[in-house]
């Protein structure tokens, strides 16, 4: 019997009814509209589509040139719900959102699980959501498609850019990074914050990209080092918080899109 990992934030994050989540992030792609060129990897946040999804539509939105194009895409994004070492591979078969289900590349995890840092635990990815959001994103601007999920605790940047390194593929491989940036500073403070950060990462700077300003400092980390080995260009496609979307100014969560390629 296939093993499915569930939603466990459809109805919270984004719509759980598949006909409004799909013209939703159809709608937030078409206000996006992009004419860059591919990337290899993308960092896009993972917070509410109302909060964030706008800027995460930024970061996916030059991808329906590619629909044909990428067949499997490599997902990291940090645990919130579930404390642990190293990086955690699901047992899953497949992942469901609203949308259907998308297969999980288990061949491509047989490739990382001898490191040392790689465990498979469902525990890890059964209620996160870091992973979960990007899901419909990938399942709108893309066709057929598979996954390699991976949910990063407690690592550090070499960990996480040995398995990148494992999983890199070629053009038909696309990585994405689920992070959202500082966290419940005012407006003004998180726009100084963010933008220190932001700047951090696009000249790979890593003694400033920390946990405090980015959640997903350390899967960050590990695709600037892999992206450093093959002289790849950073890319800041917007910067935003939920003080310009959907929340109040007093304490805000930011938010990054980046292409790396």
């Known amino acids: ?22 013209n939703l992030v159809l ?7 992009s004419d860059h060129p591919i990337p290899k990897a993308i960092i896009a946040p993972h917070a509410g589509y109302m909060y964030s999804g706008p800027t995460a539509a930024k970061a996916y939105a030059c991808l329906s040139q590619a629909t044909s194009e990428i067949k499997r895409v490599v ?7 579930y404390s642990f070492q190293g990086i955690a591979a699901p047992q899953a078969d497949s992942f469901n959102t609203p949308l259907g289900l998308v297969k999980v590349d288990h061949q491509a995890l047989e490739s990382i699980l001898p490191l040392p840092q790689v465990s ?29 999920p991976l949910v990063v605790g407690t690592s550090n940047a070499e960990q996480v850019s040995q398995v990148l390194d494992l999983l890199w593929g070629k ?48 899967p960050i980390l590990g695709l600037l080092l892999s992206a450093a080995s093959r002289k790849l260009r950073v890319s ?15 304490k805000v969560v930011g938010y990054g899109a980046f292409h790396i390629g």
């Not at 709608?27 to 509209?33: C, G, R």
């Not at 997902?75 to 719900?81: Q, V």
């Not at 209620?127 to 990938?138: A, C, T």
């Open 171 to 218: 053009k038909d491989t696309l990585i994405v990074i689920s992070s959202d940036l500082s966290h419940y500073h005012d407006y003004e403070t998180a726009m100084l914050l963010d933008k220190r950060t932001a700047q951090a990462i696009l000249n790979y700077n890593h003694a400033l990209i920390k946990s405090d300003r980015a959640c997903g400092c350390q």
């Open 1 to 22: 019997m296939q093993k499915i990992r569930k939603p466990a934030v459809a109805g919270l994050f984004y719509p759980a009814d598949p006909k409004e989540l799909r």
């Open 236 to 250: 800041l496609i917007d910067l935003t918080n939920s003080g310009d979307t959907a929340g109040p100014k007093d």
């Open 120 to 148: 498979v635990s469902d525990e890890a990815h059964a209620l996160e959501h870091s992973i979960e959001v990007q899901l419909p994103f990938l399942q709108v601007v893309l066709k057929e498609f598979s996954i390699i």
């Open 27 to 33: 709608s937030m792609l078409a206000h996006a509209k």
């Open 75 to 81: 997902i990291l994004g940090p645990a919130h719900r």
